[in-house]
Protein backbone atom coordinates (compact mmCIF):
# COMPACT_ATOMS: atom_id res chain seq x y z
CA UNK A 1 0.00 0.00 0.00
CA UNK A 2 2.84 2.69 0.70
CA UNK A 3 4.02 1.92 -3.09
CA UNK A 4 0.28 2.36 -4.38
CA UNK A 5 0.00 6.07 -2.12
CA UNK A 6 3.56 7.25 -3.39
CA UNK A 7 3.06 6.87 -6.71
CA UNK A 8 -0.68 7.96 -6.80
CA UNK A 9 0.70 11.04 -5.13
CA UNK A 10 3.50 11.58 -7.47
CA UNK A 11 1.54 11.13 -10.47
CA UNK A 12 -0.85 13.68 -9.40
CA UNK A 13 1.68 16.18 -8.70
CA UNK A 14 3.67 15.76 -11.63
CA UNK A 15 0.58 15.46 -13.47
CA UNK A 16 -0.48 19.27 -11.95
CA UNK A 17 2.85 20.33 -12.98
CA UNK A 18 3.11 19.58 -16.35
CA UNK A 19 -0.28 19.94 -17.82
CA UNK A 20 -1.52 22.41 -15.37
CA UNK A 21 -3.13 23.04 -11.79
CA UNK A 22 -6.60 21.28 -11.54
CA UNK A 23 -5.65 18.61 -14.28
CA UNK A 24 -5.56 15.74 -11.92
CA UNK A 25 -7.03 15.68 -7.99
CA UNK A 26 -6.14 13.14 -5.52
CA UNK A 27 -8.87 11.26 -3.89
CA UNK A 28 -9.35 8.03 -1.52
CA UNK A 29 -10.23 4.80 -2.77
CA UNK A 30 -11.32 2.28 -0.18
CA UNK A 31 -9.94 4.84 2.49
CA UNK A 32 -6.76 4.90 0.77
CA UNK A 33 -5.12 7.57 -1.25
CA UNK A 34 -4.97 6.02 -4.52
CA UNK A 35 -7.40 7.32 -6.69
CA UNK A 36 -6.47 9.96 -9.30
CA UNK A 37 -9.23 11.61 -11.02
CA UNK A 38 -8.06 13.68 -14.32
CA UNK A 39 -9.49 16.35 -15.47
CA UNK A 40 -10.01 18.33 -18.98
CA UNK A 41 -13.16 19.72 -20.49
CA UNK A 42 -13.00 17.13 -23.56
CA UNK A 43 -13.65 13.98 -21.22
CA UNK A 44 -17.04 12.70 -20.98
CA UNK A 45 -19.02 12.47 -18.12
CA UNK A 46 -21.00 15.42 -16.52
CA UNK A 47 -17.73 16.00 -14.39
CA UNK A 48 -15.46 15.91 -17.36
CA UNK A 49 -13.02 13.18 -15.30
CA UNK A 50 -11.65 10.18 -15.84
CA UNK A 51 -11.46 8.03 -12.38
CA UNK A 52 -8.56 6.09 -12.69
CA UNK A 53 -7.59 3.69 -9.35
CA UNK A 54 -3.80 3.20 -8.56
CA UNK A 55 -3.85 -0.96 -7.20
CA UNK A 56 -0.73 -3.28 -6.42
CA UNK A 57 -0.76 -4.25 -10.33
CA UNK A 58 -1.06 -0.71 -11.84
CA UNK A 59 2.10 0.67 -8.91
CA UNK A 60 4.30 -1.88 -10.70
CA UNK A 61 4.47 -4.52 -7.44
CA UNK A 62 4.54 -7.50 -9.80
CA UNK A 63 7.32 -5.85 -12.10
CA UNK A 64 9.26 -5.58 -9.45
CA UNK A 65 8.79 -9.29 -8.37
CA UNK A 66 9.49 -10.42 -11.46
CA UNK A 67 13.40 -8.42 -12.22
CA UNK A 68 14.04 -9.16 -8.44
CA UNK A 69 13.20 -13.19 -8.70
CA UNK A 70 15.29 -12.48 -12.19
CA UNK A 71 18.13 -11.57 -10.55
CA UNK A 72 17.70 -13.48 -7.61
CA UNK A 73 18.15 -16.97 -9.46
CA UNK A 74 21.18 -15.65 -11.85
CA UNK A 75 23.82 -17.85 -11.10
CA UNK A 76 27.61 -16.90 -10.26
CA UNK A 77 26.79 -13.63 -8.85
CA UNK A 78 27.08 -12.84 -5.10
CA UNK A 79 24.69 -11.83 -2.77
CA UNK A 80 25.84 -8.29 -1.66
CA UNK A 81 25.55 -8.11 -5.76
CA UNK A 82 21.97 -9.42 -6.34
CA UNK A 83 20.54 -7.36 -3.28
CA UNK A 84 21.87 -4.16 -4.30
CA UNK A 85 20.58 -5.15 -8.04
CA UNK A 86 17.46 -5.67 -6.60
CA UNK A 87 17.45 -2.20 -5.31
CA UNK A 88 18.67 -0.39 -8.23
CA UNK A 89 16.23 -2.14 -10.51
CA UNK A 90 13.14 -1.85 -8.35
CA UNK A 91 14.02 1.93 -8.38
CA UNK A 92 14.04 1.79 -11.98
CA UNK A 93 10.77 0.16 -11.89
CA UNK A 94 9.37 2.59 -9.77
CA UNK A 95 10.33 5.93 -12.10
CA UNK A 96 9.47 4.02 -15.54
CA UNK A 97 5.69 3.27 -13.78
CA UNK A 98 5.54 7.03 -12.70
CA UNK A 99 6.35 7.72 -16.10
CA UNK A 100 3.92 5.59 -17.50
CA UNK A 101 1.23 6.79 -15.43
CA UNK A 102 1.88 10.57 -16.63
CA UNK A 103 1.71 9.73 -20.03
CA UNK A 104 -2.33 8.68 -19.31
CA UNK A 105 -3.34 12.35 -19.50
CA UNK A 106 -1.77 13.78 -23.02
CA UNK A 107 -3.29 10.37 -24.47
CA UNK A 108 -6.79 10.99 -23.15
CA UNK A 109 -6.22 14.81 -24.00
CA UNK A 110 -5.10 14.01 -27.63
CA UNK A 111 -8.02 11.14 -28.55
CA UNK A 112 -11.04 13.25 -26.90
CA UNK A 113 -10.31 16.64 -28.40
CA UNK A 114 -10.96 15.06 -31.44
CA UNK A 115 -14.20 13.59 -30.53
CA UNK A 116 -15.12 15.32 -27.33
CA UNK A 117 -17.64 13.89 -24.49
CA UNK A 118 -17.83 10.35 -26.29
CA UNK A 119 -17.29 7.96 -24.40
CA UNK A 120 -15.25 6.11 -26.94
CA UNK A 121 -12.90 8.72 -26.87
CA UNK A 122 -11.48 6.95 -23.79
CA UNK A 123 -10.40 3.79 -25.97
CA UNK A 124 -6.51 4.79 -27.11
CA UNK A 125 -6.02 5.04 -23.31
CA UNK A 126 -7.64 1.70 -22.18
CA UNK A 127 -5.63 0.24 -25.42
CA UNK A 128 -2.37 2.01 -23.94
CA UNK A 129 -2.98 0.16 -20.66
CA UNK A 130 -3.76 -2.79 -22.02
CA UNK A 131 -0.46 -3.21 -24.52
CA UNK A 132 1.51 -2.21 -21.19
CA UNK A 133 0.07 -4.59 -19.38
CA UNK A 134 -0.03 -7.64 -21.97
CA UNK A 135 3.20 -7.27 -23.18
CA UNK A 136 5.39 -3.86 -22.97
CA UNK A 137 6.40 -4.04 -19.22
CA UNK A 138 7.83 -7.53 -19.74
CA UNK A 139 9.85 -6.91 -22.84
CA UNK A 140 11.43 -4.14 -21.00
CA UNK A 141 11.51 -6.23 -17.54
CA UNK A 142 13.57 -8.84 -20.07
CA UNK A 143 15.87 -6.44 -21.57
CA UNK A 144 16.93 -4.50 -18.33
CA UNK A 145 17.78 -8.32 -17.09
CA UNK A 146 19.89 -8.76 -20.05
CA UNK A 147 22.14 -5.55 -20.06
CA UNK A 148 22.42 -6.48 -16.23
CA UNK A 149 23.45 -9.74 -16.60
CA UNK A 150 25.57 -8.63 -19.47
CA UNK A 151 27.08 -5.52 -17.52
CA UNK A 152 28.05 -7.66 -14.23
CA UNK A 153 30.13 -10.17 -16.44
CA UNK A 154 27.54 -12.48 -16.04
CA UNK A 155 28.35 -15.35 -18.82
CA UNK A 156 31.64 -15.29 -17.24
CA UNK A 157 30.48 -15.68 -14.06
CA UNK A 158 28.24 -17.98 -14.96
CA UNK A 159 30.74 -20.44 -16.20
CA UNK A 160 32.75 -20.00 -13.08
CA UNK A 161 29.82 -20.65 -10.91
CA UNK A 162 30.92 -24.16 -10.11
CA UNK A 163 34.22 -23.08 -8.16
CA UNK A 164 32.40 -21.13 -5.74
CA UNK A 165 33.53 -22.48 -2.44
CA UNK A 166 30.31 -21.73 -0.80
CA UNK A 167 27.62 -24.07 -2.28
CA UNK A 168 23.78 -23.96 -1.83
CA UNK A 169 21.41 -26.58 -2.35
CA UNK A 170 17.80 -25.75 -2.64
CA UNK A 171 15.18 -28.22 -2.64
CA UNK A 172 12.07 -29.31 -1.87
CA UNK A 173 11.23 -30.53 2.37
CA UNK A 174 11.60 -34.17 3.43
CA UNK A 175 11.47 -33.78 6.69
CA UNK A 176 7.57 -32.80 7.38
CA UNK A 177 6.22 -32.42 11.05
CA UNK A 178 3.35 -31.52 12.16
CA UNK A 179 3.30 -27.75 12.32
CA UNK A 180 4.34 -27.99 8.67
CA UNK A 181 0.94 -29.68 7.98
CA UNK A 182 -1.07 -26.98 10.04
CA UNK A 183 0.49 -24.37 8.50
CA UNK A 184 -0.28 -25.79 4.54
CA UNK A 185 -4.10 -26.62 5.79
CA UNK A 186 -3.98 -22.17 7.13
CA UNK A 187 -2.56 -21.65 3.37
CA UNK A 188 -5.51 -23.46 1.90
CA UNK A 189 -8.11 -21.77 4.28
CA UNK A 190 -6.07 -18.50 2.34
CA UNK A 191 -7.07 -19.95 -1.15
CA UNK A 192 -10.41 -21.17 -0.52
CA UNK A 193 -10.90 -17.43 1.26
CA UNK A 194 -9.20 -15.69 -1.57
CA UNK A 195 -11.43 -17.00 -4.50
CA UNK A 196 -14.71 -17.23 -2.29
CA UNK A 197 -13.78 -13.42 -2.09
CA UNK A 198 -14.62 -12.81 -5.33
CA UNK A 199 -17.01 -14.99 -6.80
CA UNK A 200 -19.29 -14.33 -3.67
CA UNK A 201 -18.63 -10.93 -3.69
CA UNK A 202 -21.93 -9.10 -5.13
CA UNK A 203 -20.79 -6.01 -6.18
CA UNK A 204 -17.62 -7.24 -7.76
CA UNK A 205 -19.81 -9.97 -10.00
CA UNK A 206 -21.78 -6.50 -10.92
CA UNK A 207 -18.85 -4.75 -11.78
CA UNK A 208 -17.98 -8.35 -14.26
CA UNK A 209 -20.29 -7.68 -15.95
CA UNK A 210 -20.68 -4.16 -16.54
CA UNK A 211 -17.41 -4.54 -17.78
CA UNK A 212 -18.27 -7.21 -20.37
CA UNK A 213 -20.72 -5.13 -21.87
CA UNK A 214 -18.48 -2.05 -21.71
CA UNK A 215 -15.87 -4.48 -23.73
CA UNK A 216 -18.47 -5.64 -25.87
CA UNK A 217 -19.78 -2.34 -27.16
CA UNK A 218 -16.23 -0.93 -27.24
CA UNK A 219 -17.44 2.37 -25.01
CA UNK A 220 -15.25 3.41 -21.63
CA UNK A 221 -18.40 5.64 -20.02
CA UNK A 222 -17.58 6.83 -16.59
CA UNK A 223 -19.78 3.43 -15.16
CA UNK A 224 -17.23 1.38 -17.11
CA UNK A 225 -14.85 3.05 -15.41
CA UNK A 226 -16.14 2.75 -11.83
CA UNK A 227 -16.92 -0.87 -12.45
CA UNK A 228 -13.28 -1.20 -13.59
CA UNK A 229 -12.16 0.13 -10.51
CA UNK A 230 -14.16 -1.99 -8.08
CA UNK A 231 -13.26 -5.45 -10.30
CA UNK A 232 -9.65 -4.21 -9.72
CA UNK A 233 -9.89 -3.89 -6.54
CA UNK A 234 -11.81 -7.40 -5.56
CA UNK A 235 -8.73 -8.93 -7.88
CA UNK A 236 -6.35 -7.38 -6.26
CA UNK A 237 -7.19 -8.09 -2.47
CA UNK A 238 -7.72 -12.25 -3.63
CA UNK A 239 -4.27 -12.19 -5.63
CA UNK A 240 -2.93 -10.25 -2.91
CA UNK A 241 -4.20 -13.20 -0.19
CA UNK A 242 -3.17 -15.11 -2.54
CA UNK A 243 0.04 -14.42 -2.83
CA UNK A 244 0.68 -14.35 0.51
CA UNK A 245 -0.54 -17.85 0.95
CA UNK A 246 1.46 -19.17 -1.58
CA UNK A 247 4.54 -17.17 -0.19
CA UNK A 248 4.51 -18.90 3.04
CA UNK A 249 3.39 -22.31 1.34
CA UNK A 250 6.96 -21.78 -0.18
CA UNK A 251 8.72 -20.87 2.88
CA UNK A 252 7.54 -24.19 4.09
CA UNK A 253 7.81 -26.46 1.38
CA UNK A 254 11.51 -25.04 0.24
CA UNK A 255 14.74 -25.86 2.51
CA UNK A 256 17.80 -24.41 2.14
CA UNK A 257 20.61 -26.34 3.02
CA UNK A 258 24.48 -24.78 2.59
CA UNK A 259 27.95 -26.69 2.70
CA UNK A 260 31.15 -25.68 2.17
CA UNK A 261 33.70 -27.29 -0.65
CA UNK A 262 37.26 -26.46 -1.15
CA UNK A 263 38.68 -25.52 -4.02
CA UNK A 264 42.41 -24.09 -5.22
CA UNK A 265 40.73 -22.01 -6.91
CA UNK A 266 37.23 -19.62 -6.02
CA UNK A 267 35.57 -16.87 -8.00
CA UNK A 268 35.77 -13.56 -6.64
CA UNK A 269 33.31 -11.79 -5.07
CA UNK A 270 32.79 -8.24 -6.78
Not at 146 to 169: C, D, M, Q, T
Request: proline share 3%.
Amino acid sequence: MPIQISEAWIWHELTNLIYGEGTATLTTNNGWMTQVNLQDDSFPGALNTVALYVSDECAGVHEMLFISTLIVMTDGVSQRIKLRSVAVMCGIVYVLNIIRLVAFYPIAVDSCALDPNNPSCLNPVWQYHETIYNWGFLLVLVIMWLIWFWKIGGPSRAVKASELNEKYHIGFRQEWKKIHFLILGFVALMLISSAYSVTNNTQAMQAKETLDFCSYSSIATNQCMAAQNTWDNAINTAWSLAGIGLLIAAAVAIKIDRFVVAKSETLESE
